[in-house]
């Protein structure tokens, strides 16, 4: 048997007070798909970073193919043939193909040499694997699932026989995914070994040959694929047996709360981010919007919620016309009954350096409960924190605890308790459980549908089909600023949404000019 | 990263005490140099500034000046902004009062004295009104504005001082002195009408009117509405937005009294000391306030202590001078320079060590 393309042994790694690692081995045979998993915070990124050379382990070893290496630099990394694929791309998007992929290998002060060099290599390699990309192309230009093909592209260039993938379908639709998984597969056929970090259980089960799953910064299992499933995965995960699928009985739609006509959005150059959308949100329905990011499910979201003026169309809530973003400011809104959890809560949802109970706060402030005149009443917003804490069973409960101390799936409980709590008509809801762990994400659903079935209407917005499929009674998939279809869950697939999601098929049954 | 998982009495109390003793430490080293004992000159410093009488009321005059121009940019940091105008705003602070003194002298000093005060304050926000304005709503950058509106109150100040407001037939840049209702009482006054007896220092009433300032701006920022959306919008514009709070709204607030405490600083010396507006009198307090307001990391208590230790840094320094003619002038500003540099600039060079210390020593290992 040869020596595995990866050892690590014994990695230990401490940020100040923090275990980042804690004595983590990993092995990963050549030629092989393999997963690292783990919840936010359980040491994955860390590992890789050290694996990078990013980091440096204040313990252990690593061995490549059966070398013992000291990898220092991310130099010393691509030196011993390990890639790296980023999940926020690293391209110069005004730059070629070819530009990007010479990038650090530019063959002296004149580019033509390292140019005619990078082309034949690309070419070959395109060529091999069956990655159809244009070399002359400007990368500003490509698709994303193209950005990360250009991305594996540069790692093979510079002669990776090690590839890891951090979240790389993060941003893919489904079918680019399929695809990425064919190149994957073709790739570890060649023999080259690939490492994939990922949260999503259903694409480990899909891609990899082997799993190595970490807890709190520890190893706690390598397991081959074929001879696991989800919920034992989760279960190694978190360290209990979660429950993978979302219970929900049918909806009870009552009348329309949130109707929105023709809504267009430009943004600050005038481009076209929402286009004409129109739809309709009834009392005790989850209405969910599914598309890839950036197809203007943040505008729609940020329009409805007053914090962005959109350039057409209309909003009304229970019938009254709302003037969003002008006199319907979120503080207005929030007065009528529309709560909103925003897409990003690092960005807009919480203040990190604010203890919990400010955090709980946001955009509560001047409610007539929290104090008297201009004075803000701290016991009034500490009981109220901690009132939410226990509803919605935030750990540790402690509300002068500093926010960004708490981990991800509680920070966004905290966020939702303060929404949910205000007993909203219209909740809004951008990535109920982004970067949330297993066992929360479970908590989270369960409270959008107790919402639902006390009647309340739900516009949810996620990038994670799997999420919007089972919370939602009706899905609008949007592409390009566009609805370009609608579906009930039980009547469709993946490949159809994919199609809907891609632009590719549409059903819009009118596009208003 | 792991700064923020100690205690704050390890962050606010233990790390500033450190950098101050390396500043000491460095410009002791400076001392040694130039042939001076440097335990002797600290000596000489510490009783300069605190041992008398005298030397301490010399102390908490400087330390008045710079508490209010250390919360003035302390308000302003905690909305996100650097307002380092605090010099200019100060001029135009002394200018405010002084315009109320000298054209409302027949109001009684019960009157009077209070509208002088509010000139003062008045003044120095409106000086910041259009960088704030700017800022705000056009988004030209504070800092630049602000260092461009320093001089402009230091030439309109000149400007007015050998021309429109000079007191007619005098050579020296200053105007009228003001009538005794436009001035505030100097402490050894005060303290007579109680029956004691203190040296007479240019120690004013205005000290008072710094520590009411400090407990206004922890009252403002901590336990107030306003005083959290300041924070929201210092901390997290975005946020800001999300909640409802207008970033540039609160910008324009939060400068506006920031500019008003730095305007209040010309109380100490214009209605304090002087009775009269002079050139250049703010001396720099405007400057320190921002060494002042980074060592004391924003909070009102912090700056109070900071103020204090740049007090003890200015008086004392100037008794070394006398006393040690090798150490001039210049030395002292070296030295404070040290203090700024490492209290300020570099002040969060030793806060990741000395918790990772704390974190060794206690064995207290605290999840990110």
């Known amino acids: ?513 | 990263m792991s700064a923020r998982t100690a205690p704050v009495w390890l962050t606010a109390g233990v790390v500033p005490l450190v950098n101050v003793a390396v500043a000491f430490l460095a410009a002791g080293l400076v001392v040694a140099l130039i042939g001076e004992n440097p335990i002797e000159a600290l000596g000489i410093m510490l009783r300069g500034a605190l041992g008398s009488q005298y030397g301490l009321g010399y102390t908490l005059y400087y330390t008045t000046s710079f508490i209010f121009t250390g919360l003035a940019v302390a308000v302003a940091f905690h909305a996100g902004h650097f307002n380092i105008g605090g010099e200019g705003q100060a001029l135009m602070g002394g200018l405010g009062a002084a315009l109320v003194a000298l054209s409302l002298p027949f109001l009684p000093w019960p009157l009077l004295l209070p509208l002088c005060v509010l000139g003062a304050a008045a003044a120095g926000a409106a000086w910041v009104f259009i960088p704030a304005y700017l800022q705000a709503y056009r988004g030209s950058h504070i800092v630049i504005t602000t260092i461009m509106f320093n001089f402009l109150a230091a030439t309109l100040l000149v400007y007015l001082l050998v021309g429109p407001m000079k007191m007619a037939g005098s050579m020296a840049p200053e105007t009228a002195r003001f009538v005794p209702g436009a001035t505030l009482p100097l402490m050894n006054q005060m303290a007579a009408w109680f029956g004691l007896t203190i040296t007479r220092t240019p120690l004013n009433l205005s000290f008072i009117f710094a520590i009411l300032a400090a407990i206004f701006v922890w009252v403002l920022i901590w336990r107030t509405r306003l005083g959290y959306a300041i924070r929201t919008v210092g901390a997290n514009p975005d946020a800001a937005v999300y909640a409802g709070i207008s970033p540039a709204r609160i910008t324009v607030i939060a400068l506006l009294i920031s500019g008003g405490l730095a305007g209040l600083m010309a109380t100490n010396e214009i209605l304090g000391v002087q009775g009269r507006l002079i050139n250049e009198f703010t001396a720099g307090a405007g400057f320190v306030g921002i060494a002042v307001a980074l060592m004391g990391r924003g909070h009102p208590f912090g700056i109070v202590l900071a103020a204090l230790l740049f007090g003890v840094l200015y008086q004392g320094g100037a008794e070394l001078a006398f006393d040690k003619p090798k150490i001039t002038r210049e030395m002292i500003i070296v030295i404070q320079g040290f203090v700024i540099l490492f209290a300020g600039a570099l002040e969060m060079m030793f806060a990741d060590r000395i918790a990772a210390l704390y974190a060794r020593l206690t064995g207290k290992v605290v999840a990110a």
């Open chain 1, 1 to 513: 048997m040869p020596a595995p393309a990866i050892q690590m042994t014994g990695i230990d790694k401490r940020f100040g007070a923090v275990h980042a690692n804690n004595a983590v081995s990993m092995t990963v045979e050549k030629g092989t798909v393999h997963g690292l998993i783990g919840e936010n915070g359980a040491g994955k990124s860390t590992l890789m970073s050290i694996l990078y050379g990013f980091y440096h382990a204040d313990a252990g070893s690593i061995a490549i193919n059966g070398k013992p290496s000291l990898i220092r630099t991310p130099a010393d990394a691509i030196h011993s043939g390990i890639g790296m694929v980023h999940q926020h791309f690293m391209l110069v998007e005004t730059f070629t193909v070819v530009e990007n992929v010479m990038l650090g290998a530019e063959g002296g002060a004149f580019t033509a040499r390292g140019a005619s060099a990078v082309r034949a290599k690309l070419q070959a390699l395109s060529y091999a694997y069956g990655m159809d990309v244009n070399p002359d192309a400007v990368v500003s230009e490509l698709a994303v699932g193209e950005l990360q093909r250009v991305e594996i592209l540069k790692a093979l260039v510079k002669g990776a026989d090690i590839l890891i993938l951090d979240e790389p379908t993060a941003v893919l639709t489904p079918t680019e995914v399929e695809k990425l998984f064919v190149l994957l597969r073709r790739l570890a056929g060649e023999g080259k070994t690939i490492i994939i970090v990922t949260h999503k259980l259903k694409e480990i089960m899909a891609v990899t040959d082997r799993v190595s799953v970490m807890r709190r910064g520890e190893m706690v299992g390598t397991v081959e694929t074929s001879n696991s499933s989800p919920a034992d995965l989760a279960e190694l995960m978190v360290g209990r047996r979660v429950v993978l699928t979302v219970e929900k009985g049918p909806a009870n739609p009552q009348g329309v709360v949130l109707d929105v006509k023709d809504l267009t959005v430009r943004d600050a150059r005038g481009t076209v981010r929402l286009d004409h959308v129109s739809f309709q949100v009834r009392a005790g329905e989850i209405v969910g919007i599914a598309g890839v990011s950036g197809n203007g499910q943040s505008e729609l979201l940020e329009a409805i919620a007053g914090i962005r003026k959109p350039a057409g169309g209309a909003v009304s809530l229970n019938g009254e016309l709302l003037d969003c973003g002008g006199r319907d400011d979120p503080t207005a809104l929030r007065a009528k009954g529309l709560r909103h959890v925003p897409e990003d809560r690092h960005r807009m949802g919480l203040v990190k350096p604010f203890e919990a109970a400010e955090s709980a706060l946001l955009g509560c402030s001047d409610e007539p409960g929290f104090g008297s005149g201009p004075f803000l009443d701290r016991d009034a917003v500490l009981a109220d924190c901690v009132r939410k804490m226990e509803a919605f069973d935030v750990r540790p409960a402690d509300p002068r605890l500093r926010t960004a101390l708490f981990s991800g799936g509680n920070q966004q409980k905290i966020v939702l308790a303060r929404e949910i709590e205000r007993d909203p008509k219209l909740l809004l809801i951008g990535q109920p459980t982004r970067g949330v762990d297993i066992g929360a994400i479970e908590f989270i659903h369960k409270r959008i549908i107790a919402l639902r079935d006390a009647g309340k209407a739900v516009l949810l917005v996620s990038t994670e089909l799997d999420e919007v499929l089972a919370l939602s009674d009706r899905v609008l998939v949007m592409c390009g600023g566009r609805i370009t279809g609608e579906r009930r869950p039980e009547d469709t697939n993946e490949q159809d949404m994919g199609l809907l999601m891609a632009g590719v098929s549409s059903d819009a049954p009118k596009v208003a000019a």
